[in-house]
């Protein structure tokens, strides 16, 4: 199985393509439309932060960063956006779950992201 970002006419679609088991042929399923981001703190048991901080902003849709909205080493509010990213012609910020310090961005603008992928971490 295999993810592919593909953009047709300025929106942004994440494909799944999967090898059909009886024919050999590719069978392509398209997930239904992007939700609105959500941001995550990590769960207890799961694996450590991508960056140098404990807490995960994660993407809640796939699309493209147009902007970095919050450097490393910036004070943030719960709420606060840290990351800006373009779908379907629009632009979502994900912000910070809590209160804390941008230890690490893990994006440039222009980067293509999926959903679940660790856009920027949080002291």
Not at 26 to 35: F, G, H, I, L, Y
Not at 49 to 57: E, N, P, Y
Not at 105 to 123: F, H
Request: hydrophobic share 50%.
């Amino acid at each position: 199985m295999k993810n592919y970002t593909i953009t047709v006419n300025g929106n942004v679609y994440d494909v799944v393509v999967e090898e059909g088991a009886s024919t050999g042929a590719p069978a392509v399923k398209a997930p239904a439309a992007p939700k609105a981001p959500v941001v995550k703190a990590p769960a207890a048991a799961s694996a450590p932060a991508v960056g140098a901080g404990s807490i995960k902003v994660e993407a809640g849709a796939a699309g493209k960063v147009f902007k970095i909205d919050a450097a490393v080493g910036t004070a943030v509010k719960k709420g606060d956006a840290v990351v800006t990213i373009e779908a379907m012609k629009m632009e979502i910020p994900v912000v910070a779950p809590e209160d804390g310090t941008v230890a690490s961005i893990e994006v440039s603008v222009g980067d293509a992201v999926e959903a679940g992928k660790v856009l920027a971490t949080l002291n």
